[in-house]
Nanobody, 126 residues
């Protein structure tokens, strides 16, 4: 059974950094995509970063150059390093996974993923 468990959320001032982790039991072999999404109050869930089994990464424009997605297969862990945080980054952050091959245009769509973590809150104050 696949389980995704996020950790590392918290509160930080604008300009600061946080690193989120997601335990990704079962997602180290074969074809897969692992992604980070976020959802702010009153807004739709937004895909922000994805990595596939070949290590290819994609980012939403809103986080490009500030956030970095990575995976440690030995530790079965997905990471999201968030630097230069802004108040608009405040949201609940979720990791997601799928074993279905996704075209590049689909990789930041929430409907493409079938496994989700429970979410972790990130709050950035000005």
């Amino acid at each position: 059974q696949v389980q995704l468990v996020e950790s590392g959320g918290g509160s930080v001032q604008a300009g600061g950094s946080l690193r989120l982790s997601c335990a990704t039991s079962g997602y180290t072999r074969g074809t897969y995509c692992l992604a980070w999404f976020r959802q702010a109050p009153g807004k739709e869930r937004e895909g922000i970063a994805v990595i596939d089994n070949n290590g290819y990464t994609s980012y939403a424009d809103s986080v490009k150059g500030r956030f970095t997605i990575s995976q440690d297969n030995a530790k079965n862990t997905l990471y999201l390093q968030m630097d230069s945080l802004k108040p608009e980054d405040t949201a609940v952050y979720y990791c997601a996974a799928t074993r279905v091959y996704l075209a590049l245009a689909s990789r930041l769509r929430s409907s493409a993923y079938n496994d989700w973590g429970q979410g972790t809150q990130v709050t950035v104050s000005s």
